[in-house]
């Protein structure tokens, strides 16, 4: 117990005497888990709330240009820019002014777009009326006519550095501005022909509305936030990146010739893991409360939803302990096999940035190829994240993450026996 | 006098090498003796003492200590070895202190006798001012002496030396020289590893040459020297026959 303890202290001075390595444990992933909450949360408000500039460029000049430029007038955090330099804008201007970066979007309204809507629904309407013998049974001729329509495309120019899921939102929206203008018009159409009064008491709202609820355990009302998804699985890949200290102080030990000491003082070798153990296990610990401290006190002063753990805090300590002991199984195993701290540390980052990737830290799961959430199955980081939302997210109990948390362990014992027995064959070869 | 370490037959084989490291070896190394054990680059010098100090297990053969067998002994065998590697093979940022008490304890010794053989090494070899400095800041000399104190605070039967003077200024040698001749006038049996033939001449009591994991010749070094016709040093003897061509390999 003595030398086990003496390990661990030795562990404890060395850390504490390696600024680069606290840096490693401590700085990094505070700075880390404050700037990706950060981007993050600003990403969602960039999308829900800041003004995006928007260029029209009404070529049409008829009823649906001015329906789009009114609805994007009215429309929340949309600025409509239909003038640039006190000219009005071309076409050309508007592509060129998305290209160079200065707007991310710019809509082109055709000319004559108004018209062929108008026909196409009259032509519609009159069709579907004409089965009813309400209207003239003209449209025979009418229909050829539309055959012949070439159809007029409203053109949507991104910025090149736009992303696909802000084209796909912005694009989405557009196109139910569009459809909203044509159910209008395909109303009015109805009201003219069928020779309706002016206000035939239609419904404006939409027809079909929905309300977004979260599915979850209980009912005390928590909404899961971006707070709440970010922080336990930076936490986890703050807790993950012990892996590199740790394999970079199993490969000093050999090349500093103080293996050769350990290995013929009268101890085992699981002694000497046990106080890297030991004092890495603490780490982690402390590295999970610096980091639900600074998600509980100083994300409020940036602008930040504060982090509440709230009842589910001692199940929290239980998944960063255990997760903590993944994390060292695998630092000891790279450290073991690593011959020199250009391999260790170089790979024991990327292979976490790795591990991060398919736990589902950056991506979630759920969106991944089904190939690669099959493959997501096997990090570590993946169980560890999942234990977290069961928890948080979910409310879960220890009973609902016995799952993740054996795998973890498994993956602690693996990993272990896996670096005792490649030191023992490196000794006995 | 009592034999203290007996290899019989004893074999190495590294996988993946087209050579044995060690083949066959026996050797027989009595109490209180300083035994040298000399041989040019990739003769096996350095296996056979990791296999001695238990951190290898040979391929085949018999290794004894005090007439306990490897096998079923070794953390009892390890508790009597000491080694002072050729690297300086402490922590860096640890004090000298810091270091010592920490190997010291992985040796079993209680506290309080281990902080004071700490203390009294430290004042033996001239480091006591700088007790509490960490060992990043000493000199190559100084590190030396603290990698000696280092492998006989827990006053081992047997030492093990690799290079224990390379790089290191007069003042230092003659320390670490005067200390090893204590030990050994104290009954600590010395096992000494070196390139520094000349320096082997003198301290050692009796050599071992081992050239290709065999030995080639042992005996004490004035026998060694007057068994070669016109040698007069050990360094003639060791050129006679182990031959001049280069050792180098990788």
């Known amino acids: 117990m003595h030398k086990l303890s003496v390990s661990a202290y030795k562990e404890v001075l060395l850390l504490l005497r390696d600024w680069g390595g606290l840096a490693i444990l401590f700085f990094m992933p505070s700075v880390l888990i404050i700037t990706i909450t950060l981007i993050q949360e600003s990403t969602f408000k960039a999308v829900g709330e800041s003004t995006l500039p928007i260029l029209l460029v009404d070529e049409d000049r008829g009823e649906i240009g001015r329906l789009v430029a009114q609805n994007l007038a009215e429309a929340p955090n949309v600025q409509l820019i239909t003038a640039v330099d006190g000219k009005p804008l071309s076409q050309t201007a508007a592509s060129t002014l998305v290209g160079d970066g200065q707007y991310q979007i710019a809509i082109v309204i055709p000319e004559g777009l108004s018209d062929e809507l108008n026909e196409k629904v009259a032509h519609n309407v009159d069709k579907i009326l004409g089965e009813f013998a309400l209207t003239e049974a003209d449209s025979t001729k009418q229909l050829q006519r539309n055959e012949q329509w070439d159809p007029k495309e409203v053109i949507i120019y991104f910025d090149p550095a736009a992303g696909q899921a802000f084209r796909n939102a912005t694009k989405n929206n557009i196109e139910k501005m569009l459809s909203k203008v044509e159910v209008e018009k395909i109303y009015a159409v109805f009201i003219d022909q069928m020779e309706l009064e002016e206000d035939p008491g239609l419904l404006d709202n939409e027809i079909i509305a929905f309300k977004e609820t979260i599915a979850q355990k209980g009912n005390d009302g928590i909404i899961p936030n971006a707070v709440q998804h970010n922080v336990p699985a930076w936490i986890l890949f703050g807790i993950f990146f012990i892996v590199v200290p740790l394999g970079i102080n199993l490969v000093k030990e050999k090349n500093l010739g103080t293996y050769i000491r350990l290995r013929t003082s009268p101890v085992s070798y699981l002694v000497i893991l046990g106080g890297k153990i030991l004092t890495y296990t603490v780490i982690c610990l402390i590295q999970f409360a610096l980091m639900l401290l600074i998600a509980r006190y100083v994300f409020p002063l940036i602008g930040l939803i504060p982090f509440e753990p709230g009842t589910q805090l001692p199940l929290m300590i239980l998944i960063a302990f255990i997760s903590g002991l993944a994390a060292i199984g695998l630092g000891i195993l790279i450290g073991t096999i690593a011959e020199t701290q250009e391999q260790s540390a170089p790979f024991g980052a990327i292979f976490v940035i790795i591990l991060a990737a398919l736990g589902g830290v950056w991506v979630p799961t759920f969106i991944m190829p089904e190939v690669m959430q099959k493959v997501s199955a096997f990090s570590p980081m993946n169980w560890g994240i999942s234990a977290f939302y069961d928890v948080i997210l979910r409310h879960g109990t220890a009973a609902d993450i016995a799952q993740p948390l054996s795998f973890l362990l498994l993956f602690f014992a693996a990993t272990l026996l896996a670096a005792i027995l490649y030191d023992k064959r490196h000794q006995s070869n | ?250």
């Open chain 2, 1 to 250: 006098m009592e034999e203290i370490i007996r290899i019989h037959q004893l074999s190495k084989h590294y996988a993946g090498s087209e050579r044995y490291a060690l083949k066959d070896l026996s050797l027989s190394i009595k109490k209180n003796e300083i035994f040298g054990l000399l041989g040019p680059n990739g003769a096996g010098k350095t296996t056979l003492i990791s296999t001695l100090c238990g951190m290898i297990k040979p391929t085949s053969g018999e290794l004894r200590f005090n007439g306990l067998s490897y096998r079923q002994n070794r953390r009892k065998i390890q508790q009597q070895i000491g080694i002072v590697p050729q690297e300086y093979a402490l922590y860096p940022t640890l004090t000298a202190v810091e270091n010592l008490y920490y190997f010291g304890s992985l040796y079993g010794l209680p506290s309080s006798e281990l902080k004071r053989r700490i203390s009294d090494g430290l004042h033996r070899v001239g480091l006591t001012d700088f007790a509490k400095k960490p060992i990043k800041t000493f000199s190559g000399g100084m590190q030396r002496r603290v990698n000696l104190l280092a492998g006989i605070l827990h006053r081992p039967s047997v030492l093990f030396l690799d290079e224990p003077t390379v790089g290191v200024d007069v003042h230092s040698k003659e320390v670490i020289m005067a200390l090893l001749h204590e030990l050994n006038a104290q009954g600590t049996t010395i096992i000494y590893s070196s390139h520094h033939l000349n320096e082997a001449q003198h301290f050692c009591t009796k050599i071992a040459i081992i050239d290709a994991g065999k030995i080639v010749v042992e005996g004490e070094p004035q026998q060694l020297i007057a068994s070669v016709n016109g040698a007069t040093t050990l360094e003639n003897v060791f050129i006679h026959l182990t031959g001049s061509q280069l050792r180098d390999y990788a």
